[in-house]
């Protein structure tokens, strides 16, 4: 029998997870929706066939309700985490797992105290084609040891509403856990330079930032964010090992020769980058749900991106390069 999956949070992204699993995976289709938008949320409620939740609480309390989707209000997103693990129900939520280091402490902790791995976060990088077969890579040792990554997450354009935090909260943390995950290994250190701004920028965004990390092997990753880059969807990964590098490269199905020009087309917005990846990270959820067993990022990877993001952001402000430390992983979260 199919999962029975409610959703909490009807917005954009919220919208799109629902098509996903009613009509791109096997295996579960949406019976419930809550959001603060009660009148649009109820027509769409109608539309597909759920019903709809004057409160998320309530969609997870329902017993008719197996397994829960958040992907409302980032503030939101740690107490209907809670309230899922209070009613021992998988819970799948987009980032940020909670707004700051300590509601993602919590979180863990409380899953923790329920003794099983219910939480997944929703960083999608790691079921891409491209970063999957970079791992190989890495953990085969085909090219010898990491050294260096080279890394860029480029925006063609942001709005007004888009501010010099969000380099590192909205845009550079796909990047903070997916390089974690790549090379298993925690990062100890982080500065951040803040190099010289493109015209395309506004004075509450300072464009373009580098993000250096270092690792506990002391593999140094350089990341460029730029958020106005104007000509596309662009991120890049070249990981240089001791005897080759692997590179990222943009997924194009066609070659365009004309005019004088050889070209491949560059995605335009993330959507479009990483839709495969959406698809295959919510069939797996729906798998690791069926086994009784989540593989995919957890409560504790949640945890240490935001311990890694406040670095960063400390690292901006100081100019100083910041250390980060950890606490010890939980047994639960040890593979």
Partial sequence: MDLRIGVIGTGAIGQEHIQRLNHKTQGAHVVAISDI??????LLAKEIGAKFYETGEALIADPEVDAVVVTSWDPTH??????????NKYVFCEKPLATDSEGCRRIVDAEVANGKKLVQVGFMRRYDRGY??????????????PLLLHCAHRNPTVDKNYETPMAIINTAIHEIDALRWLLQEDYVSVQVILPKQTSYTHEKLHDPQMVILETKS????????FVNCQFGYDIKCVVVCETGEISLE??????????????????????SRFMDAYDEEFQLWIHS??????????AWDGYVASITMVACGVAR?????????LDSCPTLYQA
């Fill in 250 to 271: 943009d997924p194009s199905y066609t070659r365009v020769k004309a005019k004088g020009k050889d070209y491949t087309t560059v995605s335009p917005d993330w959507q």
């Fill in 317 to 325: 402000e100081s100019g100083e390069r910041v250390a980060i430390s």
């Fill in 37 to 42: 938008n009660k009148e649009k949320a109820t």
């Fill in 132 to 145: 999957m077969e970079l791992k190989e890579v890495i953990e085969n040792r085909q090219l010898g040891e």
């Fill in 289 to 298: 749900i069926q086994a009784d067993a989540i593989t995919g990022p957890t």
């Fill in 78 to 87: 740690e107490q209907y985490v809670l309230e899922a693990i209070k009613h």
């Fill in 218 to 225: 002391g593999i140094h990753i350089d990341l460029e964010v």
